[in-house]
């Protein structure tokens, strides 16, 4: 037979080691955040890198382009188009950023991925991946991947180059950049 005395105590025995457990001293190891503070690319630092690749742009004479800035996410986080670059340059912009983002290699590297020797044409009909020459990842000093930058409107050298003076300009921000 049951003996409900025995379950009443079986029942309190649980309650009394569950409230001991809530209350009992959290251990050194258990105090330590379980997310890892990393870096972040801002707005204020993208909008500080469109600014300075217009600037180059424009110093130099060069094509208008757009420029597109992704997180290490691959979320956008600013768009610019400049005034008179081509409509087409948009979308072209974007998917440089995105690849940079999603991989943290420039986007040169996907084209001989692909188109060299040894390459795979598989790579060039990745989603994911664009094989055009104009994106580059953003990187503090110590290597930490925050992101990508897109730039598309001119030949691919000539925006890489721009994607590049984007970077440099923001160098100091983003190797002191903040942690969430």
């Not at 188109?115 to 795979?120: L, W």
Request: hydrophobic content about 40%; some cysteine.
């Amino acid at each position: 037979m049951h003996n409900p005395n025995s379950a009443a105590a079986g029942v309190a025995a649980c309650l009394l080691t569950l409230i001991a457990t809530l209350l009992a001293p959290v251990s050194q190891a258990d105090t330590t955040p379980s997310l890892i503070n990393r870096p972040v690319l801002t707005l204020a630092t993208a909008q500080r890198m469109a600014k300075a690749c217009e600037a180059r742009q424009l110093s130099q004479k060069r094509p208008p382009v757009s420029i597109a800035i992704y997180d290490q996410g691959a979320n956008l986080i600013l768009f610019h188009r400049m005034t008179r670059a081509s409509l087409g340059s948009a979308t072209v912009a974007m998917e440089k950023g995105k690849s940079t983002a999603h991989f943290a290699v420039p986007t040169r590297y996907w084209g001989k991925a692909a188109y060299g020797d040894k390459g795979s044409l598989a790579i060039a009909f990745s989603s994911s991946i664009t094989t055009l020459t104009g994106g580059l990842p953003i990187k503090t000093e110590q290597g930490v991947h925050l992101g990508g930058i897109g730039v598309s409107g001119s030949s691919g050298d000539d925006d890489e180059a721009c994607a590049q003076a984007a970077i440099d300009a923001v160098k100091a921000d983003i190797s002191t950049a903040t942690k969430p």
